[in-house]
């Protein structure tokens, strides 16, 4: 989408670590100190395949796996602005009613439909309402 449609379409990712999840706040963090390496979505991919088995060893696995420098990655995600913007995210979706993940926002409206294969279709469906 953000090939196909590179001034109209951007995608904003906040943190929503479920509380049903012992290492979901540390994985976010963790995500957010990848970020600072330049390399979120690459750590973000690794975290979602091994969701099942996340802990501090897997985490640490996936950051070196992706090629973080360990010590900088380890600073980072201890750091104070990390951890709040992590709360910040959550409560911001506590706000909007999000009750699980993924969730879906268009232009402020929350989709429901969530099959990526429809996603294309809902989108250019959007930007022709916004022309």
């Known amino acids: 989408m953000l090939k196909q449609y590179p001034k109209s379409v951007k995608i904003v990712f906040k943190n ?6 012992k290492f979901a706040k540390k994985a976010a963090a963790a995500a957010l100190a990848a970020e600072c390496q330049g390399k979120f979505w690459e750590f973000h991919d690794e975290l979602f395949q091994n969701y099942r088995n996340i802990n501090d060893k897997k985490i640490l696995d996936i950051a070196l796996k992706v090629g973080l420098n360990e010590a900088q990655f380890n600073k980072d995600r ?42 294309p279709s809902m989108v250019a469906e959007e930007l022709k309402k916004t022309k």
């Open 16 to 21: 929503f670590p479920l509380s049903s999840h």
């Open 78 to 119: 201890q750091d104070p602005e990390i951890l709040a913007k992590v709360n910040r995210d959550y409560e911001e979706g506590q706000k909007i009613e999000v009750t699980g993940i993924p969730a879906i926002f268009m232009n402020g409206r929350r989709i429901e439909n969530r099959d990526i294969k429809k996603l």
